[in-house]
């Protein structure tokens, strides 16, 4: 089992960078693969970006690809989503999950999920 902890989430101005975090606890955190999902109000949850358990791969959702970067240190058990040139339509609840065996972007497969952390992109 593994338990994951979202920081950095913060009310920010269009165009700026914003990086957040998820801490994860147990031992076997190197071997899940991460991910990283949003959540505006009233729309379904959506996928922004997976690693896998190396940090050899990575994909992006078209909506985030080239602004946005995921990166894990499995030294300290984190995982990084670093965000830039942020946009209104960014604005949602992100949500880190972690997974022993999938790695994709439907967040109904992903086993282990934080309580999210609030990103609030104001024009």
């Known amino acids: 089992q593994v338990q994951l902890v979202e920081s950095g989430g913060g009310l920010v101005q269009a165009g700026v960078s914003l990086r957040l975090s998820c801490a994860a606890s147990?031992?076997?955190?190197?071997?899940?693969?991460m991910g990283w999902f949003r959540q505006a109000p009233g729309k379904e949850r959506e996928f922004v970006a997976v690693?896998?358990?190396?940090?050899?791969?990575?994909n992006y959702a078209d909506s985030v690809k080239g602004r946005f970067t995921i990166s894990r240190d499995n030294a300290k058990n984190i995982v990084y989503l670093q965000m830039n040139s942020l946009k209104p339509e960014d604005t949602a609840v992100y949500y880190c999950?972690?997974?022993?065996?999938?790695?994709?972007?439907?967040?109904?497969?992903?086993?282990?999920w934080g309580q999210g952390t609030q990103v609030t992109v104001s024009s």
């Open positions: 690693i896998n358990w190396t940090g050899g791969s990575t």
């Open positions: 147990g031992r076997t955190f190197s071997t899940y693969n």
């Open positions: 999950a972690a997974d022993g065996s999938y790695y994709g972007s439907r967040w109904r497969n992903f086993g282990f």
